[in-house]
C-alpha cells in the first residue's frame, strides 16, 4: 500500500503533501531533517492520507491536489471533507 499524506508545521502554518509507502518512517525523515524540502519548517505533524494500491495512483492524486494550488482544499480534505482519514493535530 502507498500513501498520499498532509504534513503541517503548525510553527509555521505552512502544510506539505507528498506519497510514501512507508508513512511512519517518511514522517520520522521530515522531522529530522532529511528532506531538504521541508527542513526549514520542522516540526510536522501528519494531519491527513489517502491509502492506494500501487505509486502510481498516490503520486497521481499528490499531482492532483498539488495542482489545485489552493491551501482551501487542502483545508477541505484535513477538516473531514475528503474520503481520506483525518488526523487530529
Do not use: C
Amino acid at each position: 500500500m502507498y500513501n498520499l499524506y498532509i504534513l503541517y508545521s503548525v510553527q509555521y502554518d505552512r502544510y506539505y503533501i507528498g506519497h510514501s509507502e512507508v508513512l511512519a518512517s517518511r514522517l520520522s525523515r521530515h522531522n529530522r531533517g532529511a528532506v531538504p524540502s521541508t527542513k526549514k519548517y520542522i516540526p510536522w505533524s501528519l494531519v491527513y492520507f489517502e491509502e492506494y494500491e500501487s505509486r502510481a495512483e498516490a503520486s497521481k492524486r499528490e499531482s492532483e491536489i498539488k495542482k489545485k494550488k489552493s491551501r482551501k482544499y487542502i483545508e477541505y480534505l484535513v477538516n473531514g471533507g475528503g474520503a481520506g482519514s483525518h488526523v487530529p493535530i
